[in-house]
DNA sequence: TGTACATCAGTGAACGCGCGTTCACTGATGTAC
DNA sequence: TGTACATCAGTGAACGCGCGTTCACTGATGTAC
């Protein structure tokens, strides 16, 4: 009796090509990221979006075939921004092959991944869609799944070490905490973000010392 | 131009009183809890809950005057489980007045935090509604300030020490690590929740360890 | 023990509204000649 | 440089549906006498 929770789909239609089309794309975008702010989630509706986009329905449609493509659009650039963070973040201080310098380096990291996500309108918002909603919730895991494997495989290498279960989960509990860290600091304002992330930093350091000192 | 979110009466209305109308109200929240995993946050609604749970809507606007009410019993109740357990572990390991028992229990606390919201029906998934639906994010904000203030009161009073910001945001980070690290254990299935149960308790540890040594 | 009655619990029917989606269309843009 | 034409972009109108919410109501439960 259950109802099977049907497959959606979350690609793009038609890719603009013009200039006035890229416009209304983009307008689309902001709106849905705007309206994120001030309906939520569950508000959220193509109507809502193409009227304060200044377009009709029928215009989002040509690009979008529904709700969670935007959202997924939306999720998708932010989760690159956020992994290019912490891409360049990583290999700008791997260069000397020296684990401990990544670590003494982590609020730095916080600290960029937090600014990229607060620079974009409903940024807070959309990682928490991303959470919540269920067809959307597999691309943020494939994408954190990725980004932590990476992780453990060049960490595993540094230290001449096989890339086993251990270091997979410690490494996507890192990229989980780091996350989680980052989405506090942006939520609760009765504490400073500099300060929380500041108290993450630590943690995240604490578990990799002991992990370097026994491997 | 920005449409102010509008606040939501999250409270119940009528308490039920007769045994037969007691069965209703949990009928409601269990229809509520299936609907939250067979079809979202997003697609709920009080016309759905009703028909699962093998009512009419009326019946349901006796005890809950929307669907936010309906959540936010779902979560409150959820939340209490799980900070108690919290205080219940909490005061266990904490009579004989050192926090090192606590450390080396930490992830007895994990185990036992997943293992409540999994025998919950749809756990996964409240504990996402909590944080993306705004009317119920302030319901998780400020039950989680409440835990972690009292652990950071406990903390300092044990260490001799005040309560400045510096102890308030790590206990705040402590519960908030938690939490995630209880949700990625639910969420991911590619790893075995234990593993990174365990993964999570030594980071917390570790975390802590570092503060004992200082402090 | 029986029943009348007050209160509690749930129903059926109705409402206006915004939702997602599609259609045949008009208008804008860019380019081949 | 001008224009005809193909393609791209967006519109207006319409649809059926499920939504939240309310109403006057019937039926169930419990208790005073």
Redesign the interface.
């Known amino acids: 009796m ?4 049907q497959s959606v789909e979350l690609l793009e239609k038609n890719k603009p090509q013009q200039e006035r089309a890229k416009r209304t794309y983009e307008g689309i975008l902001s709106a849905a990221a ?1 309206l994120l702010v ?5 508000r959220i509706s193509t109507n809502l979006v193409a009227e304060r986009a200044g377009i009709t329905v029928p215009a989002l449609y040509r690009y979008f075939p529904n709700k969670y493509a935007v959202l997924n659009a939306l999720g998708a650039a932010l989760m690159d921004k956020q992994n290019t963070v912490f891409e360049k973040w990583f290999d700008h201080y791997l260069e000397l092959g020296d684990l401990q310098l990544l670590l003494d380096n982590v609020y730095e990291l916080l600290k960029r991944t937090y600014d990229v996500t607060r620079e974009q309108v409903g940024g807070l ?1 959309i990682v ?2 991303l ?4 067809p959307l ?1 597999e691309v943020r ?1 494939a994408s954190n ?1 990725l980004v932590s494997s990476q992780l453990a495989m060049i960490v595993a290498d540094v230290m001449g070490q096989p890339v086993d ?2 270091i ?3 490494a ?2 890192t990229i ?2 780091g996350y ?2 980052v989405e ?1 600091a942006l ?2 304002d ?2 400073t973000p500099e ?2 992330l ?3 930093s ?3 350091q ?2 990799w ?2 992990f370097m000192r026994a491997g």
């Open positions: 259950a109802a099977v929770r705007e001030d309906v939520g989630v569950e918002e928490q869609a959470r919540a909603v269920a919730r895991l799944r279960e251990r997979q989960s410690q996507r509990l989980e905490a989680a860290i506090m939520e609760d009765s504490l300060l929380l500041r108290e993450g630590r943690m995240l604490a578990y010392q002991g």
